[in-house]
């Protein structure tokens, strides 16, 4: 749904149009994270990946053990 709602085309203030797309990273904490700092970390690495598959994705690396 996020991608539906974040993919659309704006006008900015010349008569050009500019478009916006949109990747994200999801991230499980698991019981080993003890700062948030990694969890950030994880969410940050999935959302590269969600780049490099391409535009307007969600992407999620796998949590081996959920808290």
């Not at 969890?39 to 598959?53: M, N, P, S």
């Given at each position: 749904?996020?991608?539906?709602?974040?993919?659309?085309?704006?006008?900015?203030?010349?008569?050009?149009?500019?478009?916006?797309?949109?990747?994200?990273?999801?991230?499980?904490?698991s019981?080993?994270?003890?700062?948030p700092?990694?969890?950030?970390?994880?969410?940050?690495?999935?959302?590269y990946?969600?780049?490099?598959?391409?535009?307007?994705?969600?992407?999620?690396?796998?949590?081996?053990?959920?808290?």
């Amino acid at each position: 749904m996020v991608k539906f709602e974040c993919a659309r085309t704006i006008s900015v203030k010349n008569p050009e149009l500019a478009s916006v797309t949109v990747s994200i990273g999801v991230a499980v904490r698991s019981i080993d994270m003890k700062i948030p700092d990694q969890l950030i970390k994880r969410a940050d690495e999935a959302a590269y990946t969600a780049k490099q598959i391409g535009r307007n994705r969600v992407a999620g690396l796998p949590a081996d053990k959920v808290a």
